[in-house]
């Protein structure tokens, strides 16, 4: 029987995600999630990605901030199993953004 310390949701939405080495992004791709959890995000991939390797991704949350303002949840971990098409990260940090962001950003400095 597994033992899981956090619950997992299916949910199944776009991602974006970055393999990062060093200083640069090594490889880019779309996937899409099949589960999420607060410890970690098991998506498909259209290749394996290597084991170990940290990656961020960028995945569009189904809920809306206020009803009408798409979130992004962008997570940073590590893969920690890769088989065939399927990937799992192990997020080490996150952070929820909206999607209108930088809009936001550069109309406050126009608009004063």
Same mark, same amino acid.
């Given at each position: ?13 776009? /991602? ?9 992004? $090594? ?7 099949? !589960?999420?959890?607060? =410890? ?5 991939? %259209? ?12 995945? #569009?949350?189904?809920?809306?901030? #206020?009803?009408?303002? =798409?979130?992004?949840?962008?997570? /940073?971990? /590590? ?5 065939? !098409? #399927?990937? $799992?990260?192990?997020?080490? %940090? ?17 608009? !004063?």
């Amino acid at each position: 029987m597994e033992h899981r310390k956090t619950d997992r949701f299916p949910i199944e939405t776009e /991602i974006r995600y970055k393999l990062l080495e060093a200083a640069h992004v $090594a490889q880019t791709g779309h996937a899409k999630s099949i !589960n999420i959890s607060s =410890g970690g995000i098991l998506f498909t991939t %259209k290749s394996q990605l290597p084991v170990g390797q940290r990656a961020e991704l960028s995945v #569009n949350w189904p809920a809306q901030l #206020n009803e009408h303002c =798409g979130l992004k949840l962008v997570a /940073i971990g /590590i893969i920690v199993r890769s088989s065939g !098409n #399927n990937a $799992a990260i192990r997020i080490e %940090k996150y952070d929820f953004r909206t999607c209108a962001a930088v809009a936001f950003a550069g109309s406050a400095q126009t608009g !004063n």
